[in-house]
């Protein structure tokens, strides 16, 4: 046995050099732009704004908390990880095809043998015999069938490792965009309760006047309105802040609890500090765009595993033992059995099957070409977009901030006027109305401009990115 598989298994490595079918890998050239519209690159050695990691991009320390929460105990995250460990595991079993076969059998029987039976007749006596003997099989992966499938896995474990990043990098955007909307509907909710008291301070007023003649009834029941349109509000607000508390428990994995508060709306000055960057920075920054690659790397391999399977499969076989009629004999001298062999399958007449599937393979490549080329498109065409929004958010935040100004000087102007008998309460009734409409717009500008910088920074591919050197929650 040690002798014949001496000459066996080196000529397996000899033989293993073979040829490989699968088309030469290269990624498609997308015609990138040189800069963004608008925009001038990063300067040599300087980080791009989707480089750098997401607690150097947001301040606020319960914000910060929250993320790190949510990267933690998040479901979809936990998932995407577990199917990780599948994608690592079908990598192994794929490449333990390339490695010889060996296994051990141990036989025993009892019986007459048909010699015994033709010397000694119904007299003859059965005997025992005790077989051991171990195999070793191995195919030969001439055409690369074998190497394919490991690379086809190999790319799999790589796009969903991507995926893993692309759900770190939503989960993160996620739950930032939730923590901006609810500031934001906690300053409509402030905004709303301190309107209500003015209001109502205002209808108390105007009870005290018509009960001395000053007022008539129609100012009392304009004020009354008033202080009913904002009451109005308030469960409504009150209604989207527990709502958005809901969907920021789930992002952290966890049922009914109290989000924290940290920085005000105001507070929080979000901003595009650095450039954006190279636009072919894409390329190997976003998620996404490097899932469809390895999707890609992935058909370009199975096409090689469907070209092989057009040629003869070739598989070697070695075998050697011992045989005895006595278990403690087994091993004795002259007792052992040896056999070499190999043998060839080659396909005759599938039908056009084999030569369909290698069709449908390089169709299949194709379409993953398309694919990533669309998501690419997909990418640039979001972060001109982000870019464009993080500029007009801010426009219209500043223009708004200006209104609101104008009309809580009308407001007063209206008040001054009401006081001294020159205008009607209705005149106070639209200004307050009008003012009121104003404030609740700015707060929502301002949670717009804050979710623009945040797209940007999704855009650009920022988000998912871990550090080791992360501070740690407080």
């Known amino acids: 046995m040690k002798r014949s598989l001496r000459f066996v298994l080196p000529a397996l490595g000899l033989m293993t050099a073979g040829c490989n079918l699968a088309p030469k890998y290269t990624r498609p050239q997308e015609p990138v732009p040189a800069a963004y519209a608008g925009q001038g690159p990063a300067a040599p050695g300087q980080a791009a704004f989707g480089d750098l990691p997401w607690f150097e991009v947001f301040h606020d320390p319960v914000l910060l908390d929250l993320v790190r929460e949510a990267l933690k105990e998040n479901v979809d995250l936990k998932v995407a990880a577990n199917r990780v460990l599948q994608t690592e595991v079908q990598v192994g079993v794929a490449r333990s095809y390339l490695a010889p076969t060996v296994q051990t059998t141990l036989q025993g029987g009892r019986g007459v043998s048909t010699e015994d039976r033709a010397l000694a007749g119904p007299a003859a006596n059965p005997s025992t015999s005790y077989v051991v003997n171990m195999g070793v099989s191995y195919e030969i992966d001439f055409?690369?069938?074998?190497?394919?499938?490991t690379e086809v896995a190999r790319a799999n474990l790589l796009a969903s490792q991507e995926n893993q990043n692309l759900v770190r990098q939503s989960l993160v955007a996620s739950v930032v965009q939730g923590y901006y909307q609810l500031r934001e509907l906690d300053m409509e909710l402030d905004l709303a309760w301190s309107t209500l008291r003015s209001r109502e301070d205002s209808l108390r007023l105007e009870n005290e006047l018509y009960k001395y003649g000053v007022a008539n009834l129609s100012d009392v029941r304009q004020a009354e309105s008033l202080v009913q349109s904002v009451a109005h509000t308030i469960p409504l607000v009150e209604q989207s802040v527990a709502q958005q508390e809901n969907a920021l428990n789930v992002l952290l994995g966890r049922y009914q609890a109290e989000i924290p508060r940290g920085l005000s709306l105001d507070d929080q000055k979000?901003?595009?500090t650095v450039p954006p960057g190279l636009p072919s920075d894409l390329l190997e920054n976003r998620p996404d765009i490097r899932m469809a690659e390895q999707n890609l790397v992935a058909g370009n391999a199975q096409v090689g595993v469907a070209r092989a399977s057009l040629f003869p499969s070739i598989s070697l076989t070695a075998g050697g033992g011992y045989i005895s009629d006595d278990l403690s004999r087994?091993?004795?001298p002259g007792k052992?059995?040896?056999n070499v062999g190999g043998n060839?399958?080659?396909p005759i007449f599938e039908g056009g099957r084999?030569?369909?599937?290698v069709k449908l393979t390089e169709l299949q490549k194709e379409e993953l070409v398309l694919l990533y080329s669309k998501t690419v498109q997909q990418a640039f065409s979001e972060t001109a977009s982000a870019l464009v929004s993080v500029g007009k958010t801010r426009e219209a935040r500043l223009q708004q901030e200006t209104l609101v100004k104008t009309l809580e000087d009308e407001l007063q102007l209206s008040n001054d006027r009401?006081?001294?008998g020159v205008a009607a309460y209705l005149e106070v009734q639209d200004a307050?109305?009008?003012c009121f409409d104003g404030r609740r717009t700015l707060a929502q500008a301002k949670r717009d401009e804050l979710l623009a910088v945040l797209s940007l920074y999704k855009a650009l591919g920022g988000g998912w990115k871990t550090d080791a050197a992360a501070p740690a929650a407080n």
């Open 143 to 149: 055409w690369g069938k074998l190497r394919n499938q």
């Open 354 to 357: 084999l030569r369909e599937q």
């Open 336 to 338: 052992s059995i040896w």
């Open 330 to 332: 087994l091993t004795g």
């Open 418 to 420: 009401y006081r001294g």
């Open 432 to 434: 307050e109305r009008q």
């Open 270 to 272: 979000l901003s595009v």
């Open 344 to 346: 060839v399958v080659a």
